[in-house]
């Protein structure tokens, strides 16, 4: 449903982005990650042709945006990170505005305004001064916007910037609903929020795709820390170690009553040589686990390699 091929923007001599090329598929939500700076606006502007790339091609449901702008953007719901709102205006009225502005034939609109705004938890808003309401309610409002009409694909920019706890929740809930039919690309400084509603990734790092691909994917326990946990004497537990791992790759933590907790790196190809020489010298293992990478972690190493 969305398609970004080879796109670069610059801005005299500064490149914002450089030759990205990524698509999102229906039914599935995709992050869009990286660190101020990185090019997640601009990208998220080119997507909805109000800024033109410099190279390269976006297709919107298999259409080039540049040759069909209106027809491809009545497909897309985009909420930025700060919707323009109008403090006047109350919440129905707004999004009666937008609902127009999108070309939504006048009988519809009235119950596309409700659909959005119930599927938003944004309801009890709609008769209220957008100049009156709290931050949250506000930033309801704009996802209400974006869901205007049903379209096919969701671009969404800092969905939950605002939100208590609960409604944090309401709107992951929401979006994974979403996705299970729709094309949906989420920008978001909260990795946890990523983990929570997204099944792949993209981050981005100096305007360039430094990592891609699923979740489980990038945290694959062959890249994570493992520990173990075994009974024995500590000097049995260090010659064990010493035969499989290189120096300094395991820290011994001695938890009482004979066990031993290990913390060791270099992913499972590591945990499985020390296993095998702490069985051949008759330890007994008590228990042993992979660590999946943290989000965090896989975040940091990417964007720290500029890649």
């Known amino acids: 449903m969305i398609e970004a091929l080879h796109l670069t923007r610059t801005f005299g001599s500064v490149v914002a982005v450089s030759d990205l090329s990524f698509c999102v598929r229906p039914g599935e939500a995709v992050g869009l990650l990286g660190p101020n700076g990185a090019g997640k606006t601009t990208t998220f502007r080119l997507l909805t042709g109000s800024l033109g790339p410099s190279s390269g091609d976006i297709r919107i449901m298999g259409r080039p945006l540049a040759e069909h702008p209106i027809e491809a953007r009545r497909h897309i719901g985009y909420m930025p990170e700060n919707a323009p709102l109008y403090p006047e ?15 939504l034939p006048r009988a519809e609109r009235k119950r596309a305004v409700r659909e959005a705004a119930e599927q938003a938890h944004a309801s009890s808003a709609l008769g209220i001064a957008i100049a009156h309401l709290s931050k949250g309610f506000r930033q309801r409002i704009a996802l209400a916007a974006a ?24 709107v992951r809930e929401l979006v994974r609903n979403l996705a299970k039919e729709r094309a949906v690309l989420l920008s978001t400084h909260v990795l946890s929020e990523v983990e929570a509603t997204c099944e792949r990734v993209i981050v981005l790092s100096r305007g360039k795709i430094a990592l891609e691909g699923r979740l489980d994917d990038l945290r694959n ?17 260090e010659a064990a170690v010493a035969l499989a791992v290189e120096a300094g790759h395991v820290e011994l933590e001695e938890q009482g009553d004979g066990r031993i907790q290990l913390t060791g790196h270099g992913g499972a ?10 069985v051949e010298r008759g330890i007994a293992i008590e228990a042993a686990a992979p660590r999946r990478a943290a989000l965090s972690e896989v975040f940091q190493a990417a964007t720290r390699s500029g890649a």
């Open 89 to 103: 205006l109350t919440g129905a009225e707004y999004l009666s505005f937008r609902a127009e502005l999108a070309g």
């Open 147 to 170: 869901l205007l009409g049903q379209p096919a694909v969701l671009l969404l920019d800092e969905p939950t910037a605002g939100l208590d706890p609960n409604q944090v929740e309401q």
């Open 221 to 237: 326990p062959a890249v994570a820390d493992y520990r173990l946990s075994v009974r024995a004497p500590r000097a049995e537990v």
């Open 269 to 278: 190809e590591a945990m499985n040589r020390l296993l095998k020489a702490l």
